[in-house]
């Protein structure tokens, strides 16, 4: 079965301990978003309330996916780049598919519908994001369309002795 997907939907309780849960979730299982696990709920509401933050200045939208039984089971969030000269493109972070949903298509269809919420954005020609390096995403995000345009040799600091790669990734909304 296919997740539903939504563009801004309304934030409460419930919605934001599923997201919270998910990112636990998707840290732990070694999914590079922000955190090495192990992590706690606790040590990743932080970071969900810094794009509460930014929703709420209707600088971010979220897209979130959920599954049959209505639990959230995949995330991206939209920032809008308030750089006057950068204004055409849009940032995607934090992008999670839950653990138990994985290989099941369910990533491209997140990506299809951030696609989707950014060229409903006026303006916006292109998607970028940053992965990192020797993780695959890579690879999964240019099945979805994007080309790699920059690398930041060992810019991610995962461990005392292990240091991954800043990859930038763009994907053309109109070309």
Known sequence: MALTFEVDPVFDRALRDGVTALW???????????????????????????????????????????????????????????????RHWIGVYTVMVHPRHQGKGYGRELMAAVAGAARSVEGIDAVRLTCRGGTGADRFYASCGYKEVGRVPGAIRVAEDDYRDDIIMWLPLFR
Not at 35 to 42: L, R
Not at 46 to 54: D, N, R, T
């Open 24 to 86: 636990a979730d998707v840290s732990n299982a070694g999914g590079a978003v922000g955190f090495v696990p192990p992590v706690t709920e606790e040590d990743i509401r932080p970071e969900l309330a810094g794009h509460l933050v930014a929703m709420a200045e209707g600088r971010t939208r979220p897209v979130v996916g959920r599954d049959g039984d209505g639990s959230v089971a995949a995330t991206a969030f939209l920032t809008r780049n308030t750089h006057r000269l950068m």
